[in-house]
């Protein structure tokens, strides 16, 4: 299995074929929140979104069993904000989200992604968060890919714009994107930005 995809793009249900409206099984995403939560994994959280290219703009949202309807929170990047709770999935509940434009290209990303990003690192929080990432992942690729599974390349930094990145003193301006290699992290003393990154996430180098 192509870690990357598994990190960045991971579909669930496979690609989303309907238009619109559209629904998925609550069950897929019920599954991925279990193995993260069956780990000790304090630092990470499981992020899923619909990537608003090809016009996959969402208008609405919502959760539904036979007898209920609940709603979902959705933010302005499309974050789906998806409860973990036993009794949606017993009562096998749908996701469903009401699209603007025809949704044959759109899809269900799922990212593992720092909890509460911070604005510097000392190099013992920073290799404790890649180490969650990187053992989280490998769970996800399951038995028994996830003992030939490699290494994450590092983390990535993601900013609303330009940035400072400040390492043992010595600072850089980047612009939206910042990656930080394994290697680097395990050099370094601390890392500081000018402002906190919007996500912390995995960098995974495609195969």
């Given at each position: 299995?192509n870690?990357?995809?598994?990190?960045?793009?991971?579909l669930?249900?496979t690609?989303?074929?309907q238009a619109?409206?559209i629904?998925?099984?609550?069950?897929?995403?019920?599954?991925?929140?279990?193995q993260?939560n069956?780990?000790n994994y304090s630092?990470?959280?499981i992020?899923f979104?619909?990537?608003?290219?090809?016009?996959c703009v969402?208008?609405?949202?919502s959760?539904?069993?036979?007898?209920?309807?609940?709603?979902?929170?959705?933010?302005?990047?499309?974050?789906?904000y998806?409860?973990?709770d036993?009794?949606l999935?017993?009562?096998?509940a749908l996701?469903?989200?009401?699209?603007?434009?025809?949704?044959?290209?759109c899809?269900?990303?799922?990212?593992?992604r720092?909890?509460?990003?911070?604005r510097d690192y000392?190099?013992a929080?920073?290799?404790e968060?890649?180490?969650?990432?990187?053992?989280l992942?490998?769970?996800?690729q399951?038995f028994?890919?996830?003992y030939f599974a490699?290494d994450?390349a590092?983390?990535?930094?993601e900013?609303?714009?330009?940035?400072?990145v400040?390492?043992?003193?010595?600072?850089?301006?980047v612009d939206?994107i910042?990656?930080?290699?394994?290697?680097?992290i395990r050099?370094?003393?601390?890392?500081?930005?000018?402002e906190t990154p919007k996500?912390?996430s995995p960098?995974?180098?495609?195969s």
């Amino acid at each position: 299995m192509n870690k990357g995809l598994l990190c960045s793009c991971l579909l669930l249900a496979t690609s989303v074929v309907q238009a619109t409206p559209i629904s998925l099984d609550y069950q897929g995403f019920y599954q991925r929140m279990k193995q993260m939560n069956k780990g000790n994994y304090s630092l990470i959280d499981i992020a899923f979104s619909v990537p608003k290219a090809n016009g996959c703009v969402i208008e609405s949202g919502s959760i539904t069993t036979e007898k209920r309807n609940y709603p979902l929170t959705i933010s302005n990047d499309q974050r789906l904000y998806i409860p973990f709770d036993e009794t949606l999935k017993s009562e096998r509940a749908l996701i469903n989200l009401q699209m603007k434009n025809d949704a044959t290209r759109c899809g269900v990303a799922m990212q593992i992604r720092a909890k509460s990003p911070s604005r510097d690192y000392s190099q013992a929080a920073l290799s404790e968060l890649a180490t969650q990432m990187d053992e989280l992942l490998k769970q996800m690729q399951g038995f028994p890919m996830k003992y030939f599974a490699e290494d994450i390349a590092g983390v990535s930094f993601e900013f609303a714009g330009k940035a400072q990145v400040t390492i043992d003193g010595k600072a850089q301006q980047v612009d939206g994107i910042y990656r930080l290699a394994s290697d680097e992290i395990r050099a370094l003393s601390k890392i500081s930005f000018s402002e906190t990154p919007k996500v912390v996430s995995p960098w995974v180098k495609s195969s």
